[in-house]
């Protein structure tokens, strides 16, 4: 799962969003190796920045580019060779139909790499059978997908897109429905990934999103802060960000967030 070099993601002057509505408005930001966690309140376009960073919404102005090379520009096998994508679960892209299994499940994640015509060899075996066994689905690898908890399918869906192989990770919401052993677990396997790929996450859990190495605050559709996970001035822009409602600490190399009653 380790793709030797992981590309630069920036997103340049970003606008966008749905129809008529506009979501985000001028968004700048970059994204090298290691583990990015992006927050905000409901509506402030986390989702819609990770979706046109994916190169699956096509920006109304602004561009993103990885590795120097406009997104606009590659096709959807190089996005997908590059880019691995985990939508919500229960949203769209985050759920599959039909009796695939788990195995099955996470083979999909070998597509980009395999092209329309190819064959998986010994290779994309491993790739898979590594891929089951960092997000802990390997014991249910022949259970029908459908079969499974939420959190059981949340895994397997992470473990499709780390089959890929791609240098690039963009997870929304990858700790829903695991519970709390299995969120630490996740957590632990971000950082491990964080060494080799450029990790970016939409969390709404602000204790999980604190454990990475840098938070952008997303509010109303623009950025209010990006800083690391650790700076004071980035837990006031949240608490600020969510009406006072939390207040934010850091000990012991951890933060601490509880809510201001």
Not at 2 to 21: F, I, K, V
Not at 158 to 170: E, K, Q, W
């Amino acid at each position: 799962m380790s793709p030797g070099h992981a590309p630069e993601l920036e997103a340049s002057d970003l606008h966008a969003g749905y129809a008529a509505q506009r979501v985000l408005h001028g968004v700048s930001a970059r994204f090298g190796r290691g583990w990015s966690a992006i927050v905000g309140a409901n509506g402030a376009g986390k989702t819609t920045l990770l979706r046109a960073l994916a190169g699956l919404l096509a920006p109304a102005a602004g561009q993103v580019r990885l590795g120097g090379v406009a997104l606009a520009a590659l096709t959807a096998r190089e996005r997908g060779q590059r880019i691995a994508w985990l939508a919500q679960l229960g949203g769209p892209g985050g759920e599959l139909g039909g009796e695939l299994t788990v195995r099955e499940t996470v083979a999909l994640g070998r597509l980009p790499q395999l092209g329309p015509f190819g064959s998986p060899g010994p290779a994309d075996d491993a790739a898979v059978a590594a891929a089951m066994q960092a997000c802990g689905c390997a014991d249910r690898a022949e259970r029908p997908l459908l079969e499974l908890s939420g959190g059981e399918r949340q895994r397997a869906l992470l473990a499709r897109a780390l089959a890929t192989g791609a240098p690039v990770l963009l997870l929304d919401e990858p700790t829903t429905h695991l519970d709390p052993s299995h969120q630490v677990a996740l957590v632990r396997l971000l950082r491990r990934l964080a060494a080799t790929h450029t990790v970016v996450t939409v969390m709404h859990d602000l204790p999980l999103a604190l454990a990475a190495d840098r938070v952008l605050l997303l509010d109303a559709g623009g950025l209010r802060a990006d800083a690391p996970a650790a700076d004071p001035a980035l837990h006031a822009a949240i608490a600020a960000c969510f009406g006072g409602a939390v207040r934010i600490g850091w000990r012991d190399g951890c933060a601490r967030v509880e809510p201001a009653l």
